[in-house]
């Protein structure tokens, strides 16, 4: 049985953003991630964990809701100039102001900041840059020109990392510090980016960000499969997992790493993307199976609220400090997780219990807002 993905058809997309909405608030807020169990902490450098899945599944659900947005729109951006100016300007709109949210947000609290070491690059960045590329080339090329520069963008990648000699470290080093993209960052950002010299770059860094526009191509594509040409889930299912065996199996000489964002990284994240996608699909569109997805599915009509939200509230509960009990200053997080969690139970639970308390307090919040209509989208 097909399925044709159309704007009234967005609910198994709201859950699959939900979902991964709710992840990234469980793994970027667990009470000690010292203490915390591994599936819930990045990989280190090389390898992944289901926590290095949340943010390419993210963009995975950009790449989608562009093909859905744009491939609806009345007028044609190829044959009618008006139509292409104004789309044109609704793209880089949302991408400027979503790059603002990213830096607003980076930054804050802002009397903290130490101008000089500003971080430029960041999620919401990353995200804003990827949306334009993706919706211009979703625009001005063909699926088999997207195809072509998908490839052609991996396989770039993966030559320029290999082949690019760097200065004190030589060509094909991906290491912490001598891989060419932390040495790009380093020479065009200077001190602005996550970790400045010596450091490995900035993991929302320049060139990787590349790799990273083929996982919204890749959403991109998946949501043409299933809108323009019907087809059995389980075909895409199969796709998903052609794509997770060749990202496997590249990474055995192009390393699967987050951090770089490695072409192996873009397969391999991709085809889960694509099986969550059609687990969903049928669940939730084509079996009604709703109930187990109603809290995700209020996430994900609001997710620009509750990451930008759940980010600030984190940022506070760090940034607001009194004595603690040995009289030097402590965060309100650290006085709230010992009392509530820290002293009660073991480590590991205590961490998790922290970083699920957290999501249900912003799902409160997002429920409370859907119940009252209220939408902020960019």
Not at 303 to 327: E, N, R, Y
Request: a positive charge.
């Amino acid at each position: 049985m097909g399925l044709a993905v159309t704007a009234e058809r967005l609910r198994s997309l709201d859950v699959f953003r939900g979902a991964t909405i709710a992840g990234m608030i469980l793994v970027n807020n667990a009470g000690n991630e010292a203490q915390t169990w591994w599936p819930l902490l990045h990989a280190e450098w090389h390898g992944w964990t289901p926590t290095d899945w949340i943010f390419p599944f993210f963009l995975f659900i950009v790449g989608v809701a562009i093909a859905v947005a744009l491939g609806e729109r009345p007028g044609d951006p190829q044959s009618d100039p008006a139509a292409r100016r104004a789309l044109h300007g609704k793209i880089f709109r949302r991408a400027g102001l979503i790059f603002l949210v990213g830096l607003l947000l980076t930054w804050y609290p802002f009397y903290t900041v130490d101008w000089s070491r500003a971080r430029i690059p960041g999620v919401l960045q990353r995200i804003a840059v990827v949306y334009l590329l993706a919706a211009l080339a979703y625009l001005h090329l063909r699926p088999r020109g997207r195809l072509v520069l998908g490839a052609g963008l991996l396989l770039g990648y993966w030559a320029a990392l290999a082949l690019v000699p760097v200065p004190g470290f030589g060509a094909g080093d991906l290491g912490v510090q001598g891989n060419l993209a932390a040495w790009l960052d380093h020479q065009v950002l200077g001190s602005h980016i996550w970790r400045y010299a010596p450091g490995p770059g900035d993991p929302e860094g320049l060139l990787s960000t590349l790799p990273a526009l083929v996982t919204a191509l890749l959403g991109i594509a998946a949501c043409e499969a299933l809108r323009i040409r019907p087809v059995r889930l389980g075909r895409l299912g199969v796709a998903g997992a052609v794509l997770l065996a060749a990202g496997i199996a590249w990474g055995t000489v192009f390393p699967i790493n987050k951090n770089l964002w490695t072409s192996s990284y873009v397969l391999a994240t991709g085809g889960l993307a694509l099986l969550f996608l059609a687990g969903t699909v049928w669940l939730v569109d084509q079996k009604g199976w709703t109930t187990w997805a109603r809290p995700f599915e209020t996430f994900g009509k609001n997710s620009l609220v509750t990451f930008v939200g759940s980010s600030l509230m984190a940022k506070t509960f760090f940034a607001i400090k009194w004595p603690g009990p040995d009289g030097a200053p402590l965060s309100l997080k650290g006085h709230l997780y010992p009392a509530l969690f820290g002293e009660t139970l073991p480590a590991p639970f205590a961490s998790l219990a922290w970083a699920l308390c957290y999501v249900l307090i912003w799902w409160v919040i997002a429920a409370w807002l859907e119940r009252r209509r209220v939408f902020v989208r960019l």
